[in-house]
């Protein structure tokens, strides 16, 4: 295993997450996932700010030739960082 510092930018929203269906884009999975886990991304996203990310549950990602990396572990993870850096990604405001 390597670890590696990614700018959230880098970081893309798998828009084939195993545990929801699949969609066309990181817009429509961003809002899949608030969708059916938006209370969980949000007291993720909340801990997140206040206490970093947890060292012990590492992001499993590969690069896909575009510098971009796509998460195989912690898609909530990367969606709660997203919204964080960029809270106009949800389109629900309550999120």
């Known amino acids: 295993m390597i670890k590696k510092y990614i700018s959230v930018s880098k970081l893309l929203v798998n828009p084939e997450n195993p545990r929801f269906e699949r969609v ?3 817009r429509q999975a961003i809002d899949l ?3 059916k886990a938006g209370n969980t991304i949000l007291n993720l996203g ?3 700010a ?3 990310l947890n060292p012990s549950k590492s ?3 590969v ?3 575009k510098e971009h990396y796509l998460p195989l572990e912690g898609n ?3 969606v ?4 964080l850096d960029n809270p106009d990604l949800a389109t629900n405001k309550k999120y």
């Open 24 to 26: 066309k884009n990181q």
């Open 50 to 52: 206040q206490h970093g």
């Open 46 to 48: 909340k801990d997140i």
């Open 59 to 61: 992001l499993m990602v």
């Open 63 to 65: 690069e896909t030739g």
């Open 33 to 35: 996932m608030l969708s």
């Open 76 to 78: 909530r993870r990367v």
């Open 80 to 83: 709660a960082l997203k919204l």
